[in-house]
């Protein structure tokens, strides 16, 4: 690694003003009835419901009623109850919205239990750590609302299985909107990637819930995370001991931004990192970058808060923080980077979105 890297989130940019933006609503023709040849009629929201009084009875089944093609708003409003399943959003169905109709988010569950060593039913293989999510959203304007997302896999029953990574969420794509949902499991919980390396995928969190272990806010997208609790676990053995963020961000690109957030979690003290680089692949190109600012720190955090990650130091990356918090927090230090008050001007939600103003339509 070249010794003039950055070794804090430094990056100099203009703060760009968020534009007001609108989409309209607009009707989905010619929407298949799963299992049926006839077409429905169209429209902008699809039912599920486990109990058969919706449209459909799964949640992949509305997704697949969705024309390929589609770049209409569609809501897929689900009904309270547990959808044991996997779902996947492909990159031809834009803007998709999975929301809970009941009065809370963990009214409507959608679970699976795969992990990256879990066999495929085909033979051809294992999931991988990408492969295993529960949820997979591949479609620019994916939105997720008032429901939780979850990965069960057991690590303490499959001990023997190489391969523990188990993703409950993965994007993939730009404009991810995710506004009041749980996002939960243990090792590689939330998987905010983009569609491919060269591709910009910013992501907006808010009001929401992510709970993890190992590396559990992971990937190369853009992302805030906004006004959020990160709720830290025990390993499957009962210890203590985990890493919140592990960004493979390009060296062109800003990383995770957590700001105005809790971290808290019933773990032993000063058990966790808050991050760690990741470069993907041993990619030494990449620049991963983590800031968490005006966070409220639970006890839980180390006083060196950063460590590195297979052979990459996080001093040659972009690791940060900014007025938090909270016994976990601390002050500046050689351990502890610190923005300065015209850094943290630079590095705002503003900063991240870049002119996108995230919405429910």
């Known amino acids: 690694m070249s010794a003039n890297?950055?070794?804090?989130?430094?990056r100099p940019g203009t703060r760009r003003a968020l534009t007001a933006g609108a989409a309209a609503v607009l009707a989905v023709a010619a929407l298949q009835t799963f299992g049926a040849a006839s077409r429905a009629a169209a429209a902008?929201?699809?039912?599920?419901?486990?109990?058969?009084?919706?449209?459909?009875?799964?949640?992949q089944a509305a997704v697949n009623a969705i024309p390929a093609g589609n770049t209409a708003r569609v809501v897929v409003s689900i009904k309270p109850g547990t959808y044991r399943e996997l779902v996947k959003i492909p990159s031809s169905k834009q803007n998709v919205?999975?929301?809970?109709?009941?009065?809370?988010?963990?009214?409507?569950?959608?679970?699976?239990?795969?992990?990256?060593?879990?066999?495929?039913?085909d033979?051809?293989?294992?999931y991988g750590t990408s492969g295993s999510a529960t949820v997979a959203a591949e479609a620019n304007g994916f939105q997720a609302r008032n429901l939780t997302i979850a990965n069960d896999f057991d690590e303490a029953a499959n001990q023997s299985l190489?391969?523990?990574?188990?993703?409950?969420?993965?994007?993939?794509?730009?404009k991810v909107f995710l506004d009041s949902v749980i996002v939960t499991g243990d090792q590689d919980t939330l998987l905010l990637d983009t569609a491919s390396?060269?591709?910009?995928?910013?992501?907006?969190?808010?009001?929401?819930?992510?709970?993890?272990?190992?590396?559990?806010?992971?990937?190369?997208a853009?992302?805030?995370?906004?006004?959020?609790?990160?709720?830290?676990?025990?390993?499957?053995?009962?210890s203590s001991a985990g890493y919140i963020a592990a960004p493979s961000t390009a060296a062109d690109r800003e990383g995770f931004l957590i700001t105005g957030s809790t971290v808290n979690g019933d773990v032993s003290a000063s058990s966790f990192h808050l991050g760690r680089p990741w470069h993907a692949g041993g990619d030494a190109a990449l620049d991963p970058m983590a800031t968490f600012r005006g966070t409220v720190l639970s006890s839980a955090i180390k006083s060196a808060p950063w460590t590195d990650m297979s052979g990459f130091s996080w001093k040659d990356d972009r690791f940060a923080e900014y007025k938090n918090t909270g016994p976990g927090s601390g002050a500046?230090?050689?351990?502890?980077?610190?923005?300065?008050?015209?850094?943290?001007?630079?590095?705002?939600?503003?900063?991240?979105?870049?002119?996108?103003t995230p919405s429910a339509s």
């Not at 853009?222 to 009962?238: F, P, Q």
């Open 332 to 356: 500046a230090s050689s351990n502890r980077p610190q923005l300065t008050d015209s850094q943290a001007a630079d590095q705002e939600t503003a900063d991240w979105l870049a002119g996108w």
């Open 222 to 238: 853009t992302a805030v995370i906004d006004k959020s609790v990160i709720t830290l676990k025990k390993r499957w053995d009962g």
């Open 123 to 126: 033979g051809s293989g294992t």
């Open 162 to 174: 190489s391969g523990h990574q188990a993703v409950a969420l993965r994007t993939a794509a730009d």
């Open 44 to 59: 902008t929201t699809l039912t599920v419901a486990k109990d058969g009084s919706g449209q459909y009875s799964s949640v």
């Open 97 to 121: 919205t999975l929301q809970g109709s009941g009065s809370s988010r963990n009214d409507t569950v959608i679970v699976y239990n795969n992990a990256s060593g879990t066999q495929k039913p």
């Open 5 to 10: 890297r950055r070794r804090t989130a430094l």
């Open 197 to 220: 390396k060269a591709t910009l995928g910013r992501v907006y969190m808010t009001n929401s819930y992510v709970i993890g272990n190992v590396d559990f806010i992971f990937g190369r």
